[in-house]
């Protein structure tokens, strides 16, 4: 099995129906029309996803609940073979489920230390900000990295909605998040064009977009992201689900590559998707006609724009040699 890593994955979007079952029943919440009859979500465009999105992770409470959560998500993703992982927590809904920030990363901690004690498998944590909440609530969140500083939290990044608000409205957050020592990545170039995706690199310094595919439009920005050495997170199954393009087949991820952009494969919100790491390194190297060796290239680029310090990135390379 080819060894997989993954740097984009919204933790409370990896919840599996099965999990949010279990954990509304144990906590007394309603998730009427949340799950079908066959197990999936409950959603039909961005807009409605994210409304899931939100009701789901409202069933994760206490501290066991969300060290339950990656645990159960470290835990899968090591059986498909993925070394390492990098989490995007959302300090905002952990705050609307009434628990505290320290709270909610030690129990996300906890969840991935326990899953590397039964497999092996490494995890960090990306703090990350809501874009349509605003520049208000990103900052204080940004703050959080100075005052309540945790060794598994290494990168600060921004999801939800890039059509609202500007990058340089983030500005200030990011700076703060850097100055904190962390890897800043930012989705962009999702639902929005080149431009959202040149607004981020103008005024953040970022060293990852997340999604980033619709740069395919513009020539000048791929030389732009090749030059400046930018890595896509790119997850191809979350593009055709929310239908940015209608399949894989249709999917820019070989025209990106054709023009050296640097990438990698990724689930962003797995079950919501039908997807995970296993099958977007699967699925990925029939529709882009990937061989094992390219696969393993794919693994080895998440290593080298892993937000972790040397001595454990140059273990994560040596474990992917030895394979
Ligand atoms: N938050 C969770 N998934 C997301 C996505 N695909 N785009 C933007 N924000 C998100
Ligand atoms: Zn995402």
Redesign the pocket.
Known sequence: MVLKAELHC?I??AASPALVRKKARQNGISIDGLIDANGHYIWND?TS??NA?DRAAAVFITEQDYSDLSHDYFSSAAAQGMIYGEI?ASPDHAELAGLSYTAYIEALADGIKRAGNETGIEGRIIVTC??HFGPERAEPVARLLHTHPHPMVTGFGI????RMFHPADFARAFQTAADAGMGLTA?AG??AGPESVRAVLDELDVKRI??GVRSVEDADLLHRLREEDIVLEV?PG?NVS?GLCSGRDTHPFTALRTAGVRMTLNS??PP?FQTSIGQEYEEGALAFRLAAVDLVAITHQAIEAAFVDEPTRQRLFQRLFDD
Do not use: Q, T
């Not at 999801?159 to 890039?162: R, V």
């Open positions: 919204h409370e979007g961005f996803f994210l999105y995007f809501v874009r999801g939800g909605d890039e989705h999702e639902f997340g999604h997850c979350s929310l962003d919100d919501f």
